[in-house]
């Protein structure tokens, strides 16, 4: 079971526009006279009319309450409890990061969301039926008025930011728990695996990833992941890995996680970069690394390593670029960082020390 949660002063405003935004010939096809108020009414006008306090007040905890009609706290209450029960629930300002996290613990690929406003796109792609309404001004009496439409709303809101991280890991220990378990690619001391052989059964890399090119296959999200199985002799991964760095961008940062239990960062440096940075580092291991070739980074496998040997590895990258948008080509990708070949060993990885468990990471 899932949600989704929106500011609750953002969430009326915008409910108000949209419904201002309409034309006339379309309000007169819609029976609901909140619509019609506010074509003709102020916003402050507009949240105290009688018929709009009845359907938007706190609507967010009318919406999970069990008894409408009872005492505001008890509402309240009901809300929360309701909330508790849910596997997952999207925030508006996140929705593009909780989108990733969703459907990568479903073992899906999904292309980052295209976030838009639809009020204020609707007058030029549907011009018939809307057209262009101002915004809001937020005055010291328009706060007032939200306050008193949304102030229980407000505390459910900020409830479900603080309860959230634990609530959404729920996908991933459930998906985790009833996925029939897979034969994973058994690597063991010694072994390297090329890109080519990634994909061949069992495959190896998960979500996030493109086609398999001659040498290497590119990560084409902001998260990637790849999983294998490693005898118990195996202490460390050495990763061929080469970032994108196309025409002026000149840093690609990437987050390499492991086993869900320790994380550093890379950050692969163009040809022109010139960096000043201390040596000691709140945060975990920091390693800096050319972008215009291919390195070697090194990886410690056996930390949190489950008992069947399986590592599961992730990289996440911010700010990915295509070669299209910076005209470079027509390829639409965001690429991240191409991965050349696995090579494991039962050597400790140089410095593993240092890596930070995530719960700890900054």
């Known amino acids: 079971m899932i949600t989704s949660i929106r500011d609750p002063a953002e969430?009326?405003?915008?409910?108000?526009?949209?419904w201002r935004s309409m034309r006339w010939e379309l309000v007169a096809r819609n029976p609901w006279p909140q619509i019609a108020a506010a074509k003709r009414m102020g916003f402050v006008e507009w949240l105290r009319d009688p018929e709009v306090v009845e359907m938007i007040d706190n609507g967010m905890v009318a919406h999970f309450c069990d008894d409408?009609?009872?005492?505001?706290?008890?509402?309240?209450?009901?809300?929360?409890?309701?909330?508790?029960?849910?596997?997952?629930?999207?925030?508006?300002?996140?929705?593009?990061e909780d989108l990733q996290d969703f459907l990568g613990a479903l073992s899906l690929d999904c292309a980052s969301p295209k976030i838009i406003n639809s009020t204020d796109g609707n007058a030029e792609d549907h011009p018939a039926n809307f057209e262009k309404v101002e915004p809001i001004e937020f005055t010291d009496e328009v706060f007032t008025a939200l306050a008193e439409r949304t102030g229980l709303d407000r505390l459910f809101y900020d409830h479900a930011l603080e309860i959230r991280g634990g609530i959404n890991a729920r996908v991933k220990q459930k998906v985790a728990h009833t996925r029939p378990k897979t034969?994973?690619?058994r690597l063991v001391n010694g072994m390297n695996?090329?890109?080519?052989?990634?994909?061949?059964?069992?495959?190896?890399?998960?979500?996030?990833?493109?086609?398999i090119e001659d040498w290497h296959v590119w990560s084409v999200q902001p998260a990637a992941n790849f999983f294998i199985e490693v005898s118990p002799e195996v202490r460390s991964c050495e990763l061929k890995l080469q970032a994108h760095l196309p025409g002026g961008q000149e840093i690609l940062r990437t987050r390499i996680t492991v086993n869900d239990a320790i994380s550093m960062d890379v950050m692969f440096v163009g040809s022109g970069s010139i960096y000043?940075?201390?040596?000691?580092r709140v945060g975990g291991p920091l390693l800096i690394c050319s972008g215009t070739a291919p390195v070697l980074v090194q990886i410690p496998v056996d930390v949190g390593r489950r008992a069947d040997g399986r590592v599961d590895v992730r990289f996440e990258m911010d700010d990915l670029l295509s070669p299209a948008l910076l005209g470079l080509n027509e390829d639409t990708r965001r690429l991240g960082v191409a991965l050349y070949s696995l090579r494991c060993s039962s050597a400790p990885a140089a410095g593993h020390e240092d890596w930070t468990p995530v719960g700890e990471v900054r």
């Not at 969430?11 to 949209?18: D, H, K, N, P």
């Not at 000043?276 to 000691?280: C, G, I, L, P």
Request: charged share 25%.
């Open 68 to 96: 409408p009609a009872a005492a505001p706290e008890v509402r309240l209450e009901q809300a929360k409890a309701n909330l508790a029960k849910c596997d997952f629930i999207f925030a508006s300002q996140t929705l593009s």
């Open 276 to 280: 000043h940075f201390n040596e000691r």
């Open 183 to 185: 034969k994973l690619r």
């Open 11 to 18: 969430r009326v405003a915008s409910l108000y526009r949209y």
């Open 193 to 211: 695996l090329l890109a080519r052989g990634l994909r061949q059964d069992p495959t190896v890399l998960g979500v996030g990833w493109g086609a």
